[in-house]
Nanobody, 125 residues
Framework: QRQLVESGGGLVQAGGSLRLSCAASGRTFSTDSVGWFRQAPGKGRLFVAVIRWTGDSTYYADSVKGRFTISRDNGKNTVYLQMNSLKPEDTAIYYC??????????????????WGQGTQVTVSS
């Protein structure tokens, strides 16, 4: 059974950086598009970034464009989210999600088939 595990969250000061990892187990990741979403307290789950299964196409929410970078290493079955110039409003639980091919190359949470448990990111001012 497919399992996704996020890691790399933590507490960081505004302007700092973190790199989140999303590791897959159970089957290969290489045919999945993978997205990152985040959920702040009392808010809905919002799209952050997505990478196509081929790795040659990415898309970002306007709020993180130019600060966050999504990448993947299919050999390690892992997708990364490099987060730079962090702001207090980036504070949230970050989730990775995966789904087959083009269907999951999406900003909609319903397009994804598998989700991780989330990792907390807290940015202090």
């Amino acid at each position: 059974q497919r399992q996704l595990v996020e890691s790399g969250g933590g507490l960081v000061q505004a302007g700092g950086s973190l790199r989140l990892s999303c590791a897959a187990s159970g089957r290969t990741f290489s045919t999945d598009s993978v997205g990152w979403f985040r959920q702040a307290p009392g808010k809905g789950r919002l799209f952050v970034a997505v990478i196509r299964w081929t790795g040659d196409s990415t898309y970002y929410a306007d709020s993180v464009k130019g600060r966050f970078t999504i990448s993947r290493d299919n050999g390690k079955n892992t997708v990364y989210l490099q987060m730079n110039s962090l702001k207090p409003e980036d504070t949230a639980i970050y989730y990775c999600a995966a789904g087959a091919g083009l269907k999951a190359y999406s900003t909609y949470a319903t397009a994804y088939d598998y989700w991780g448990q989330g990792t907390q990111v807290t940015v202090s001012s």
